[in-house]
């Protein structure tokens, strides 16, 4: 079975553009969530969905959202994008009711 | 809240010494109790995990027990190698009824494990 597939694997922005990363869960995999990993703040939850419905939510200013689709892949955007935003973005799937979660390889964002 | 505290790291060890990285937990109830290794430039591995007392993960030579009286869930490994050089995650989840709960993770410890 294929795993969690985040693309892209890199991308290079500079300050006030947006960008939109996505996220496909292993298949059967109805809840997706997403992280950020910086060197500063280590690992930090962003926010998860399931059936399309946001759940969860993390500490993070408004210009971060995503969505889920019918067909659980997930996306997640960043609005007027800062130098703080360079990270290292990962996405992670379970199956419903399940604790186990299953990472992607992650989006590295270079915020110029 | 739920809290996930690890031993700071780098650890350093010679091929072949026995591996200790030590984690405890705060939590309400019975969370599931996970390690995740990062290598470089790389996502997050699933290595073991745990979901009740006295529950032993293991995988790859690697152990951890779930130790409710302590509330740790300390990594181990007999004989660690070159290619177990990583940086390794503490977690914890509890999934709340009718809701998800995110996943809380410790600061990582990084390995280093040389010839």
């Known amino acids: 079975k294929a795993g969690v597939t985040q693309t892209p694997r890199y991308l290079i922005k500079t300050r006030g553009q947006q960008v939109t990363l996505s996220c496909s869960p292993i298949s059967g995999h109805r809840s997706v969530s997403w992280y950020q990993q910086t060197p500063g703040q280590g690992l930090q939850f962003l926010f998860e969905?399931?059936?399309?419905?946001?759940?969860n939510k993390g500490n993070f200013p408004g210009r971060f959202s995503g969505r889920q689709f019918s067909n659980s892949r997930s996306e997640m955007n960043v609005s007027t994008l800062e130098l703080g935003d360079s990270a290292l973005y990962l996405c992670?799937?379970?199956?419903?009711?399940?604790?186990?979660?299953?990472f992607g390889p992650g989006t590295r964002l270079l915020v110029l | 809240g739920n809290s996930v505290t690890q031993m700071e790291g780098p650890v350093t060890l010679s091929e072949e010494a026995f591996l200790t990285i030590n984690c405890t937990y705060t939590a309400t109830g019975y969370p599931s109790l996970f390690w995740y290794v990062q290598y470089p430039g790389e996502g997050l591995q699933l290595l073991l995990k745990?979901?009740?007392?006295?529950d032993k993960g293991s995988n790859k030579g690697f152990e951890a027990t779930y130790r409710k009286e302590t509330t740790s869930f300390h990594l181990e490994k007999g004989s660690v190698q070159v290619s177990d050089s990583a940086v390794y995650f503490c977690a914890l989840r509890k999934l709340n009824t009718g809701t998800a709960s995110k996943l809380t993770f410790g600061t990582g410890t990084r390995l280093q494990v040389t010839l």
């Open positions: 969905y399931f059936s399309e419905t946001q759940r």
């Open positions: 992670a799937s379970s199956m419903a009711g399940e604790e186990t979660q299953y």
């Open positions: 745990a979901t009740k007392a006295d």
